[in-house]
């Protein structure tokens, strides 16, 4: 089953929106296999977002996720890459549709809410980073029929 890594970014946890947004997403279908709330250090940043290193906003990136708390999440399912990152809408929320995550509750790129992994090679990559020995559990959902077809 496709994974894809999740996280509550330090607004969303500011403005009890944690469960608004982990909710969406388990209603959509998708399987909660991990879950973890954390403080992110200045080194998992900046491994996280490597790829953004040395554009513009690296730096306020790099202190908006270190800021607080945040959750971190894989969730399993069909596509579950493609179906998060559409609930989750696009990367500005002024240009995300509404009923998106990022459309229904954000204004600002800068403020926007929650990360989505963007292909399965990312996921892998960053579920190694987020849940580095610790538990991703494989289960299943008495209703998984109904969800998975
Ligand atoms: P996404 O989070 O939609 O996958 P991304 O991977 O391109 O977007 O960028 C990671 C985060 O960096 C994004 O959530 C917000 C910030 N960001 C991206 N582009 C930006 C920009 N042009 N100005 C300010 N922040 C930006
Ligand atoms: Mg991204």
């Known amino acids: 089953m496709e994974r894809t890594l999740i996280l509550v970014k330090p607004d969303a946890m500011q403005r009890g929106l944690a469960f608004d947004v982990l909710g969406r997403l388990e209603g959509r279908g998708l399987r909660i296999a991990g879950l973890r709330l954390l403080q992110v250090d200045e080194a998992m940043a900046k491994r996280h977002y490597g790829e953004h290193e040395g554009k513009p906003f690296f730096e306020g ?6 800021s607080g708390p945040i959750i971190a999440a894989v969730f399993e399912g069909t596509n579950a ?9 696009s990367t500005n929320p002024t240009e995300s549709a509404p009923g998106t995550i990022r459309g229904d509750l954000g204004l600002e790129i800068g403020r926007n809410l929650v990360h989505g992994s963007d292909s399965v090679e990312s996921a892998n990559r960053e579920i190694g980073i987020f849940f580095d020995g610790q538990p991703v559990l494989d289960w299943q959902r008495s209703t998984d029929g109904w969800v998975f077809e």
């Open 81 to 89: 890459v493609t179906a998060a990152r559409s609930t989750i809408g």
């Open 61 to 66: 990136l790099v202190s908006y996720i270190t």
